[in-house]
């Protein structure tokens, strides 16, 4: 990856930042947290590694993005939104009587979204039996699948790993969202996860630790040699990365802030795309 590239990605991930925060403010409250801390992946995904096309989203050859932490649809909706799956006005209709932008993703309502997901770990084992199908079919698609570090607790996000590795579906990749926190506290006070490379090691994957917010070391990851195994990301992160105000508060799973804290926010990263384009000569 050059220095253009790397900078185009940051850039969308910022843009996917502002988007995501906009869309919070319209509603007034959200999952802001988890959502932020996905943004970087997510533009490395939809900006350089995925296979799909907006204007034909049920194309059988796509590669696919199963949010099992469904909590953070709001950063896939700003997202599929920015890449034309559907209006960006619509993100305003957040979580709203009618919308077709549900708190947690909602394939049934959401064009561009693969899967419903929200009751977490069982995101885990439909994208293995998508993954799965598109193996058994012939078919050259890939699925992503992100889990949070808290939705790990459950147990059927090891039993799907454990079918994954043993079935070989080495079309899907397990990207864990290692942010150090989950709905009631951090992780390590409630249920510590442990050396979560060192698990998909031994459940039989290749599994790898990245910085979750660094772009070349998530495509680096991403397009992987692949293996005779199926590969884990396991990205170092942080809950609300992008905005410090998010960053630094305790309970930024989910939040509801007045108006004008909202704004402040979405300047905060409005600042730091403007420098990222004075750096790559765009000003």
């Given at each position: 990856?050059?220095?253009?590239?790397?900078?185009?990605?940051?850039?969308?991930?910022?843009e996917?930042?502002?988007?995501?925060?906009?869309?919070?403010?319209?509603?007034?409250?959200?999952?802001?947290?988890?959502?932020?801390?996905?943004?970087?992946?997510?533009?490395?995904?939809?900006?350089?590694?995925?296979?799909?096309?907006p204007?034909?989203?049920?194309?059988?050859?796509?590669?696919?993005?199963?949010?099992?932490?469904?909590?953070?649809?709001?950063?896939?909706?700003?997202?599929?939104?920015?890449?034309?799956?559907?209006?960006?006005?619509?993100?305003?209709?957040?979580?709203?009587?009618?919308?077709?932008?549900?708190?947690?993703?909602?394939?049934?309502?959401?064009?561009?979204?693969?899967?419903?997901?929200?009751?977490?770990?069982?995101?885990?084992s439909?994208?293995?039996?998508?993954?799965?199908?598109?193996?058994?079919?012939?078919?050259?698609?890939?699925?992503?699948?992100?889990?949070?570090d808290?939705?790990?607790?459950?147990?059927?996000?090891?039993?799907?790993?454990?079918?994954?590795?043993?079935?070989?579906?080495?079309?899907?990749?397990?990207?864990?969202?290692?942010?150090?926190?989950?709905?009631?506290?951090?992780t390590?006070?409630?249920?510590?996860?442990?050396?979560?490379?060192?698990?998909?090691?031994?459940?039989?994957?290749?599994?790898?630790?990245?910085?979750?917010?660094?772009?070349?070391q998530?495509?680096?990851?991403?397009?992987?040699?692949?293996?005779?195994?199926?590969?884990?990301?396991?990205?170092?992160?942080?809950?609300?990365?992008g905005?410090?105000a998010?960053?630094?508060?305790?309970?930024?799973?989910?939040?509801?802030?007045?108006?004008?804290?909202?704004?402040?926010?979405?300047?905060?990263?409005?600042?730091?795309l403007?420098?990222?384009?004075?750096?790559?000569?765009?000003?």
């Amino acid at each position: 990856m050059n220095a253009n590239e790397k900078r185009e990605l940051q850039v969308f991930a910022a843009e996917i930042r502002i988007a995501l925060l906009e869309e919070l403010k319209a509603r007034g409250f959200g999952h802001i947290g988890g959502s932020l801390s996905i943004c970087d992946l997510l533009a490395v995904l939809y900006g350089k590694v995925m296979r799909y096309k907006p204007e034909d989203p049920k194309w059988a050859d796509r590669d696919k993005l199963v949010c099992s932490k469904g909590h953070a649809g709001p950063a896939v909706y700003a997202t599929l939104a920015l890449k034309g799956f559907f209006p960006k006005e619509d993100l305003a209709t957040l979580n709203r009587p009618h919308t077709n932008l549900p708190s947690h993703c909602d394939k049934n309502k959401t064009i561009g979204v693969d899967c419903t997901t929200g009751s977490l770990g069982q995101g885990t084992s439909q994208a293995v039996g998508m993954a799965l199908g598109d193996k058994l079919k012939g078919r050259p698609s890939r699925t992503f699948l992100i889990v949070g570090d808290g939705e790990i607790d459950e147990g059927q996000c090891w039993e799907a790993a454990m079918f994954t590795a043993a079935k070989k579906v080495t079309n899907l990749v397990w990207i864990v969202d290692d942010n150090k926190k989950q709905l009631d506290g951090p992780t390590a006070e409630i249920l510590p996860s442990g050396d979560l490379r060192a698990k998909f090691e031994a459940f039989g994957f290749d599994a790898v630790r990245v910085d979750g917010h660094d772009v070349e070391q998530l495509y680096a990851a991403l397009t992987k040699e692949p293996a005779d195994k199926p590969l884990a990301i396991i990205m170092d992160n942080v809950k609300g990365r992008g905005v410090k105000a998010v960053e630094e508060t305790a309970s930024n799973h989910s939040m509801t802030v007045k108006p004008e804290v909202w704004d402040s926010y979405i300047e905060a990263v409005k600042a730091n795309l403007e420098n990222l384009k004075k750096e790559g000569g765009e000003a």
